[in-house]
DNA sequence: TCAATAAATGAACAGTGTTTAGTTATGAGC
DNA sequence: GCTCATAACTAAACACTGTTCATTTATTGA
């Protein structure tokens, strides 16, 4: 039996090799110009070695995925010391950017990549990829319940914030950000941040000043 | 002359049927599985041929984009025939998630592809592509003006609104829809606006009613 | 030591983007 | 009409790619 559990631990040793390999390949030169060879010549195999580790080459994207799902996943409990909910909100989602500025292979492959989300979240159903998702879910939740938000579908208030936090950090990987002066990426992360939820108090400050001057009530109507 | 501009325009008819048949196969069979091969054999050519009118096919996905984004700017300008800056740059979001979500392999190669945003904001510098960033800017500018916004640096909030929107096209484009029940996207899209846009309604809904009682002034202090 | 099993590979296959040498069509000047 | 330069086009090849498979090499239990 140990002999048997020497095997085994060869092999998961084997494939972590082959990731990690992948991985610091596709980190220095992107995934496009990472070839199955190049892998396999990297730790001096032949090519078809990988095969016996890995279906394909999806495959290895397709577990650097997971891993990827797992590290963001501690980035975001391990920042999640907040008693505020929507402080913890907030924390979450400059965690989140940061893990995909400081990841963004990781994060082109996770969330970006063609296929990248559906196939995780689909095949891989309610295991890693979701944990993060329900973290959001549950902080949006709390605070529903102590009145920091509207109650509305909680799905669709995360998805909310969940597009928009994807969306910053998505266009700046994709290289927007040369679209501004020189001064760091962080200020504009900040300053969006910041212009996203200042925006409703000066609507509204504005809009009580109007309230206390006519009396004129909310409509709740679709801009 | 007059023949030498027949010249010209066939040349520029091939190039329009390349662009048309490449597009094409693209939409039916998505960019990966497209090759040169595949869209010259569709216009009776031989695959050198092809490289007689455009440089390789990175040349092809790059005026694709162009015309992508002459599409969308159409799209805006036709939908921005609003009196208020703050409807019109609702409508403007809105008609961008239209247009990700009806030319999905339009979206993809213009904001979500590898290379894709910077290459064309950068080369094609104060071109196509900017166009319709010059409008949401512009948008976002009258919205300061008239008060509706809090006045802040135009291009972070700019970009805010445009991660926003991105974020939500690029998610529901990867396939994030799956998470949802059966219910349509557009609710999810609506919703998920709405929830941005009433999120501060309700926060300084109940501000107000601390403010009125203990007179606590906001802080402005980053939650 | 020997058969059986596992691990690794060389060589090939079908496919890719791209180049080049060579062929075919076109239009101008005689 | 006939030449001839120019333009349009292509067959064939090149250097790659992911992947498979027959074959070889190494490891193990009897």
């Known amino acids: 039996m140990s002999i048997k559990e020497r095997k085994e631990l060869e092999k998961s040793e084997m494939r972590g090799l ?23 010549e990297k730790i001096d195999y032949s090519p078809a070695t990988i095969y016996l580790y890995f279906k394909n080459k999806d495959d290895i994207l397709f577990t650097l995925r997971k891993i990827g799902f797992e590290k963001l996943y ?28 400081e990841n963004p292979e990781y994060y082109d492959l996770m969330f970006i990549m063609r296929g990248a989300v559906a196939r995780t979240l ?11 998702y329900e973290l959001l879910k549950k ?14 579908d909680i799905d ?14 998505s266009l700046i990987i994709r290289g927007v950000g040369i679209m501004f002066p020189e001064e760091g990426i962080n200020d504009i992360i900040e300053g969006s941040l910041n212009f996203m939820l200042k925006f409703d108090d000066h609507k509204n400050r504005n809009k ?16």
């Open 18 to 40: 082959i990731l990690n390999t992948a991985m610091n390949l596709f980190l220095d030169k992107g995934f496009e110009n990472i070839t199955i060879r190049n892998i396999a």
């Open 139 to 152: 902080n949006v939740k709390e605070c529903m319940d102590e009145g920091l938000f509207p109650r509305t």
């Open 74 to 101: 501690e980035h975001q409990v391990s920042s999640l010391k907040f008693d505020d909910p929507l402080k913890r909100l907030h924390r979450q989602g400059k965690t989140y950017i940061k893990f995909a500025l």
């Open 156 to 169: 669709v208030a995360a998805f909310a914030l969940w597009s928009y936090v994807h969306g910053i950090a």
């Open 122 to 132: 689909d095949i891989n159903n309610c295991d890693v990829g979701l944990d993060s």
């Open 208 to 223: 009580k000043k109007l309230d206390l001057s006519n009396k004129q009530k909310t409509t709740g109507e679709n801009i």
